[in-house]
């Protein structure tokens, strides 16, 4: 049944129905309506979890890894500084294979402090092991939970993820979301099962040193497992349309490109602006579109290069900056990459940082600096401040 | 220079809620070092993140607003690589008790010459009300919506067990009583701890019955126990009350210090 709600507690209603077994999460803006939907829900006896009040996003998520590793569901959500202050820990939950689920509400990160959205603290993070999907609106968010806790303990993978969502944007907007009974989401993600776990009985260890004899192979696997999610996923996503009617079969989303002579590419809240700047810069008659990456991680390169075979100009919308990089976004390298054609023009696009607004207008200003052969560079800077 | 010189006048009015106890705060603390006649080129302000860190964005002099719980780590290099700069801290409870707990123990062993004005409004403000370490047991919070079920931090007990040369409590009712101790934190060598605990309208008092900011200055007034007459209670046998907490000031010695200008 659609029901009108905030982003936020259409996460909290998602992470309920897959029924955690442990919650530790710290306050950060703006993640912090679904921790404190969550502690409501524990409060109340609807949802059985062990909420644990923590006294860091560091001890947040180390007390999920421990959680995870003794055989629990567990989850957390964070944003921007908090998930910087995890990244040790995000390493160790990937190598130690734990399928833990976090929510990011994306935010810019300081210095200069800003609570203000873009998608630089995720994507900061690419290299830690988890996925990462980024959705493009309330229902995507809630939908990826049921989706990631398939994917993140499905045995071939038992990698953890980042639910990725613009802060602010989707985090503290209310829009119409569907979210499903207790029962279908039970008969979709059944309870977790591990297959290891720490067992008094048989006891073991995990993250013991690794000599140089063994670490290789661990980080191989980790790869390896990173590009069975992207199977997994594609198998969960189809599944979920025969459970809930609405389709993620596909890691990229294509809008308006079969006929497209020119392309956007984005994640996040912002492809919502695009298709309808797409929409009407088509009436006259430009033929652009718009490709969505849904996952960053894994990227699914094979995929945005057959999507955008004979489209001779590519614009990157990007809410990152990869300092000292000569095409400055780092979603932008790596479609340059899957593409592999010199032929072909690939723009990155710096837009958007620490909250500022992405209109229609800017979008077809991209597109009038790509048409100039204008790109790999920042768009909307306020000159008369430099 | 009186207080009001201290002040960056081109950030006022501030952003914090009305009937916040932080600007009383604030005052004092401009109020000590302006009596002890320091320079505004010579005092440096330091905070980490939360209502009480916006403090020094309102301060004429240098200052540094640093990441969460971390400002008396960056206090630290900021001291040591120039002593003779006086360095004040504004910090509060979920910033200095919990995600910055462990640089707190041991800037107070190392025992460096900082002075720490933590604002304790009991919850995490500026994220709308979180329950935090010292959030007291029993009280609500957006994250113990039916009472914090752990039991609190004691920050001056801490402090104090960890090697602090001066430690003092007052709430935000105590003005004059804070602005001696501050003024005692300042000139004192060594690490000088100052918690004041505040009322916080918007996130604590409204969720815990002091509707109107007056019910909370009254209820700092009413439950705060001087120091000297909880050792007399104790003497006695008799014990607090949950809403009662001691004020006073809990120790000044003088154990080597670190970073002091000879
Ligand atoms: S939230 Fe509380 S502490 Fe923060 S400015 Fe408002 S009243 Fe003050």
Redesign the pocket.
């Known amino acids: 049944m659609l029901q009108i709600m905030e982003g936020s507690h259409a996460v909290a209603e998602a992470v309920k129905l897959c029924r955690p077994d442990v919650i530790a999460a710290y306050p950060i803006t703006p993640q912090t309506h679904i921790v404190e939907r969550l502690a409501d829900m524990v409060a109340d006896g609807e949802l059985d979890s062990e909420y644990i009040c923590v006294e860091s996003e560091f001890s947040a998520l180390s007390a999920c890894l421990g959680a995870s590793a003794a055989g629990s569901r567990v989850y957390s959500a964070t944003s921007s500084q908090g998930l910087l202050l995890m990244a040790e820990v995000c390493f160790n939950v990937a190598g130690m294979r734990q399928p833990v689920v976090m929510s990011i509400a994306n935010r810019a990160v300081g210095a200069p402090l800003s609570i203000w959205n873009d998608q630089q603290d995720s994507i900061s993070l690419r290299d830690a092991g988890w996925f990462q999907w980024y959705a493009e609106d309330a229902q995507e968010i809630s939908d990826f939970h049921f989706l990631a806790y398939k994917v993140a303990e499905d045995n071939n993978v038992l990698l953890p993820g980042f639910i990725c969502f613009d802060g602010f944007i989707l985090s503290h907007t209310y829009e119409p979301v569907d979210i499903p009974d207790q029962e279908s989401v039970s008969a979709f993600l059944p309870p977790y099962h591990p297959v290891i776990q720490l067992d008094a009985t048989d006891p073991m260890t995990m993250g013991m040193y690794a000599t140089p004899d063994y670490y290789m192979e661990f980080r191989y696997e980790i790869d390896k497992a990173m590009t069975q999610s992207a199977i997994a996923l594609r198998k969960a996503g189809s599944e979920f349309k025969e459970h809930f009617g609405r389709d993620y079969g596909e890691l990229i989303e294509e809008y308006r490109l079969s006929d497209a002579d020119f392309a956007f590419v984005a994640l996040g809240s912002v492809c919502g602006t695009i298709k309808d700047a797409v929409d009407e810069m088509r009436k006259d008659g430009k033929k652009v579109g718009l490709l969505k990456i849904r996952s960053y991680r894994p990227f699914p390169a094979e995929e945005i290069k057959k999507a955008l075979s004979g489209i001779p100009l590519v614009a990157i919308i990007e809410k990152n900056l990869s300092i000292g990089s000569r095409m400055k976004g780092a979603v932008g390298l790596e479609v340059k990459d899957a593409i592999n054609d010199s032929g072909v023009c690939v723009y990155s696009y710096i837009i958007g940082l620490g909250g500022r607004d992405i209109r229609k207008l800017h979008i077809r200003g991209v597109y009038e600096e790509a048409m100039k052969g204008n790109g790999d560079t920042f768009y909307g800077l306020r000159e008369e401040l430099l | 220079m009186t207080r009001d010189d201290w002040y960056r006048h081109d950030r006022l009015p501030h952003i914090?809620?009305s009937?916040?106890?932080?600007g009383s705060i604030i005052n004092c603390v401009l109020e000590a070092v302006s009596d002890i006649g320091w320079n505004i080129d010579e005092t440096v302000f330091i905070s980490g993140i939360g209502?009480s860190s916006r403090a020094p964005g309102y301060i004429q002099t240098d200052s540094l607003h640093t990441t969460h719980g971390r400002a008396i780590a960056f206090a630290t290099g900021v001291k040591l690589a120039n002593p003779d700069l006086h360095i004040v801290i504004f910090t509060g409870d979920g910033d200095l008790g919990a995600i910055g707990g462990n640089h707190f123990i041991h800037a107070c062993r190392r025992n460096i010459d900082l002075t720490v004005i933590c604002i304790n409004?009991y919850i995490y403000?500026?994220t709308g009300g979180q329950g935090s370490p010292l959030t007291p047991y029993g009280k609500k919070s957006t994250t113990t919506p039916y009472g914090a079920c752990e039991m609190p931090f004691d920050l001056c007990n801490l402090a104090v067990a960890a090697g602090a040369n001066y430690v003092s409590r007052w709430t935000s009712y105590h003005v004059t009583e804070l602005t001696k101790a501050v003024t005692a934190g300042l000139l004192t060598e060594g690490f000088s701890f100052i918690e004041v605990i505040?009322q916080?309208?918007?996130?604590?008092g409204r969720r815990n019955s002091l509707r109107e900011v007056s019910d909370q200055i009254l209820y700092l007034k009413n439950n705060a126990v001087l120091h000297q007459r909880w050792k007399r209670m104790q003497e006695k046998g008799e014990d607090l009350s949950s809403d009662q907490f001691v004020v006073g000031e809990f120790i000044r010695q003088s154990r080597p210090s670190m970073g002091v200008s000879r």
């Open positions: 914090y809620c009937g916040c106890g932080n209502c409004n403000g500026m505040s916080c309208p918007t996130s604590y």
